[in-house]
């Protein structure tokens, strides 16, 4: 039986418009986002596990 958690993210504008979304598999530790799509600028990504969301900014050079 697999009881692994899949953790939803969110990639957000300034201007609160998501930009991508996905489901992230706890066990996997770590992940690639790939932000070649996305235009220069600074964005949010929320991570949520349960009630609890994380939220952290990020710029594309």
Avoid: T
């Avoid at 939803?8 to 996997?28: C, H, I, M, T, W």
Wanted: charged letters at 25%; one cysteine or more; hydrophobic letters at 40%.
């Amino acid at each position: 039986m697999d009881n692994r958690q899949c953790i939803p993210f969110s990639v957000y504008d300034l201007l609160g418009r998501k930009v991508n979304a996905k489901l992230l598999q706890r066990a996997e530790g770590k992940m690639d986002l790939d932000v070649s799509r996305l235009p220069v600028g600074m964005y949010l990504i929320s991570v949520r596990k349960g009630s609890k969301e994380q939220i952290q900014n990020f710029v594309v050079h």
